[in-house]
């Protein structure tokens, strides 16, 4: 260790340049990443935040949910024999606020049931980000396909779909101004697929992805984020190649002395776990500020477990690209390593 330290301290202006590349790109994976989860949680939240479970849908429907109308002596008989299961319909749509300002936003109605608001005719839950636009508990609320007002009865956290905020409503309300009595839905909270006659079972996941927006969202930048660790690995490899070319020499004679190969490998370790360790702890720090500083209507969520795992496929990576910059060592003869650093 006391080799591979005092190394890095003879040719630290080499070390210090490629530790501020593998800064540069794990920061930039961490942002982007956060960016992701932003994007999704503020396209999908109202899904996300569901337990486990699966929901379903007409088979009609052919996976679009927008399509699908549960007949309602379908609905009734698998409420009654799954206690914990709910029904319930999504539609964008805006609403008027006093000052007679729209705001689009995304509705929702369900059956009586824990895992969402219960909401009686003529009353409106908003996500909290209408809060932060002038709508305050009490406001009256129109929308030019109800006869009545929604009088604003409190606001949830963090329910978001399509990158609008829910508006959670009444069922009586939701038929008056979609025209249908069929819910589009049902979830029930058990993660193990049952067979329901007529229905078509979903997964959280598979729910998502059959939201254009969501599915092309997540895969653009989860591809960028994949080339970002790509490219990361690469460098390591790479670097580390070159500093054993210009080091043969000294491999020579270090074996010459006895050093074995596998300590020579530890050198090399020890050198990117130094190296990449100093860069993921400056990312991980600059990126939590980041998302301290973000504007508020930057949609960033990067959570401690997230930049753990980054912080762990990086060390993989990089201790992979070095291993293969390494394979050379094994090759290295000490006298023709020698007479060549000679030459």
């Given at each position: 260790?006391?080799l591979?330290?005092?190394?890095m301290?003879r040719n630290?202006?080499?070390?210090?340049?490629?530790?501020s590349?593998v800064?540069?790109?794990s920061f930039?994976?961490?942002i982007i990443?956060?960016?992701a989860?932003g994007l999704?949680?503020?396209n999908?939240a109202l899904?996300?935040?569901?337990?486990?479970g699966?929901?379903?849908?007409?088979?009609?429907?052919?996976?679009t949910?927008?399509?699908s109308?549960i007949?309602?002596?379908?609905?009734d008989?698998?409420?009654?024999?799954?206690k914990d299961?709910v029904?319930l319909s999504?539609q964008?749509?805006?609403v008027n606020?006093?000052?007679e300002?729209q705001?689009g936003?995304?509705?929702?109605t369900?059956?009586?049931s824990?895992?969402f608001?219960?909401?009686?005719?003529?009353?409106?839950m908003l996500?909290?980000?209408?809060?932060e636009?002038?709508?305050k508990i009490?406001d009256?609320?129109?929308?030019?396909?109800l006869n009545?007002e929604l009088i604003?009865k409190g606001?949830?956290q963090?329910?978001?779909?399509?990158h609008?905020?829910?508006?959670?409503?009444?069922?009586?309300?939701y038929q008056e101004m979609?025209?249908s009595?069929?819910m589009q839905?049902?979830f029930?909270?058990?993660p193990?697929?049952?067979?329901i006659?007529e229905?078509?079972?979903?997964?959280a996941k598979?729910l998502?992805e059959?939201?254009?927006?969501?599915k092309a969202e997540?895969?653009?930048?989860n591809?960028?984020v994949?080339?970002?660790?790509?490219i990361?690995g690469m460098?390591f490899a790479?670097f580390?190649?070159?500093?054993?070319?210009?080091k043969?020499?000294l491999?020579g004679?270090?074996?010459?002395?006895?050093l074995?190969?596998?300590?020579?490998?530890?050198?090399?370790w020890?050198q990117?776990?130094v190296?990449?360790a100093?860069?993921l702890i400056?990312?991980a720090?600059?990126s939590?500020v980041f998302?301290?500083?973000?504007?508020?209507g930057m949609p960033?969520h990067l959570?401690?477990?997230?930049t753990l795992?980054?912080?762990?496929?990086?060390?993989?990576?990089?201790?992979?690209?070095?291993?293969?910059?390494?394979l050379?060592?094994k090759?290295?003869?000490?006298?023709?390593?020698i007479?060549?650093?000679?030459?």
């Amino acid at each position: 260790m006391n080799l591979a330290l005092k190394e890095m301290k003879r040719n630290k202006g080499r070390f210090i340049i490629i530790g501020s590349i593998v800064f540069l790109i794990s920061f930039l994976t961490l942002i982007i990443s956060g960016l992701a989860n932003g994007l999704s949680q503020d396209n999908a939240a109202l899904i996300k935040n569901l337990p486990n479970g699966q929901f379903y849908m007409t088979e009609k429907a052919d996976g679009t949910f927008t399509m699908s109308q549960i007949p309602q002596h379908l609905q009734d008989e698998v409420l009654e024999q799954q206690k914990d299961a709910v029904a319930l319909s999504i539609q964008m749509g805006f609403v008027n606020d006093t000052e007679e300002l729209q705001h689009g936003v995304a509705f929702v109605t369900s059956t009586a049931s824990n895992l969402f608001p219960s909401i009686q005719q003529g009353e409106v839950m908003l996500d909290e980000s209408l809060q932060e636009k002038g709508i305050k508990i009490g406001d009256r609320l129109v929308n030019n396909q109800l006869n009545g007002e929604l009088i604003v009865k409190g606001f949830v956290q963090e329910q978001k779909y399509s990158h609008a905020p829910v508006a959670f409503i009444s069922q009586q309300d939701y038929q008056e101004m979609y025209r249908s009595n069929a819910m589009q839905l049902i979830f029930i909270a058990n993660p193990e697929v049952q067979a329901i006659d007529e229905l078509q079972a979903f997964s959280a996941k598979a729910l998502l992805e059959s939201i254009p927006s969501y599915k092309a969202e997540q895969l653009s930048l989860n591809l960028i984020v994949g080339f970002l660790i790509v490219i990361s690995g690469m460098l390591f490899a790479i670097f580390f190649y070159m500093m054993n070319v210009q080091k043969i020499g000294l491999y020579g004679i270090l074996k010459a002395i006895g050093l074995k190969t596998m300590k020579l490998f530890q050198l090399i370790w020890i050198q990117m776990l130094v190296i990449t360790a100093i860069a993921l702890i400056l990312a991980a720090g600059l990126s939590q500020v980041f998302a301290l500083l973000a504007p508020g209507g930057m949609p960033f969520h990067l959570s401690l477990m997230t930049t753990l795992q980054f912080a762990g496929i990086f060390l993989v990576i990089g201790f992979i690209g070095a291993t293969l910059s390494g394979l050379q060592i094994k090759q290295i003869e000490p006298l023709q390593a020698i007479q060549r650093g000679d030459g």
